[in-house]
């Protein structure tokens, strides 16, 4: 664990007196004895030569330091802060270095030897910088002739500081898309993790355009795993959705989107089968009984009287649970071919102006300089896309 020294001003010391002395650090840096050091500064500044005592302390001290700007690092206290070996300001903090200043009085001759010593004092200074930032001695002079005030991002630009303090929580592409799998079904999950090779290191990148490619790749996937894996099972009690065979162990839904685990119950499908889910899962699969299956006379939902006395209690409550089945499928074939006549009254309302501007065509001969925003026709205004639709349509046609 590292040790701790706090260069905070008080409203008496700063940088060269009290607990901001350079006495004072070396004994801290001696308790320290060699363990690895955080040196947290928010000060003013005051003594140079202080600081440039801490600067030496600070850069012959055995162990690692580091030297954080917390808030201000002004004057004096800059010089302290390039001490560390590695230097880390926080996002909201500012650095500023400046011409140092010596208030004194006297005749021309001792105000000329003051001025020579403060030259001397500034080359010392500007080569710590120079050291540090490995700009030259030009730059850094008319930095510090001009009172340069640096915020975090500056002072990592030119060199000064060797990180910036973030306290948001960082984002990688590894991060996001295990936030994308945790929540989708295992068919997704599995699918996505072949795909994207989570467990690559290089996923890990702290890139902020590449997190947001991954994002809007992650979306597209996503979707299209929706549209092609969601297959549909009509029961007696509703629509399942479920991405492989209805078989034992098979995840199944009760929303398009795979989200919802279906409700723990028997289900009965149209051909007859019986589901046991339990849990979101289908725990058994029964057959449907031949010899009790409703044969192809008796399509009506009424049945003979002398069946129905000949019959017993579970085998009629089978065959209404397979008519609800039925029935389902029947409601929505309807509501698929309500849609689709609804579409043919919209086609048919539309003047042959509009239906000419509709065609459009995808062939482009080779060297050809036509548009290539052509689109391909629309799918027939009637097409049913499930087995149990097209079913029913064929039934429909041969009868």
């Known amino acids: ?225 929706k549209k092609v894996v969601n297959k549909q099972t009509i029961t007696d009690k509703g629509t399942l959705h479920h991405t492989g065979q209805i078989e034992e162990g098979a995840e199944v839904y009760q929303d398009e989107d795979m989200t919802t685990p279906a409700i723990s119950d028997i289900y009965t499908c149209a051909d007859g089968k019986q589901l046991d889910i339990k849990h979101g899962k289908i725990n058994s699969v029964a057959p449907a009984d031949p010899e009790k299956a409703p044969e192809a006379e008796d399509e009506d939902d009424d049945l003979p009287e002398s069946k129905l006395k000949s019959a017993q209690p579970t085998d009629v409550q089978n065959r209404i649970q397979q008519l609800k089945a039925r029935l389902h499928a029947q409601n929505a074939l309807l509501t698929e071919a309500r849609t689709a006549l609804e579409e043919a009254n919209n086609r048919l309302q539309k003047t042959r102006t509009e239906v000419k501007n509709e065609i459009k065509s995808t062939f482009m001969p080779e060297g050809s300089k036509r548009s290539s925003k052509a689109h391909t026709e629309p799918a027939p205004f009637f097409a049913p896309q499930t087995e149990i639709a097209k079913n029913a349509v064929k039934k429909a046609i041969a009868s």
């Open 1 to 225: 664990m590292s040790y701790k020294i706090y260069l905070y001003d008080t409203e008496t010391d700063c940088i060269g007196s009290g607990n901001l002395s350079s006495a004072y650090i070396q004994t801290q840096l001696e308790a320290a004895a060699g363990a690895d050091v955080e040196v947290h500064i928010s000060s003013v500044g005051g003594s140079a030569f202080d600081a440039i005592a801490i600067y030496d302390l600070l850069k012959k001290y055995p162990g690692k330091v580091t030297t954080y700007i917390d808030a201000l690092a002004a004057s004096a206290a800059s010089v302290v802060a390039m001490g560390g070996g590695q230097i880390i300001m926080s996002k909201y903090a500012l650095l500023m270095i400046h011409k140092p200043m010596v208030g004194t009085g006297g005749n021309a001759d001792e105000l000329l030897k003051d001025v020579q010593m403060l030259n001397v004092v500034q080359e010392r200074l500007a080569q710590i910088y120079m050291d540090k930032s490995g700009l030259d001695g030009v730059t850094v002079n008319s930095l510090i002739n001009s009172v340069t005030w640096m915020t975090a991002d500056q002072a990592l630009e030119l060199g000064f500081i060797d990180q910036i303090e973030d306290y948001g929580t960082e984002i990688t592409n590894s991060a996001l898309i295990k936030n994308y799998t945790s929540t989708a079904p295992a068919i997704y999950q599995r699918c996505i993790n072949k795909i994207l090779n989570i467990n690559n290191n290089s996923m890990n990148i702290e890139n902020k355009e590449l997190i947001e490619k991954t994002t809007s790749v992650l979306d597209k996937i996503m979707n299209f795993f």
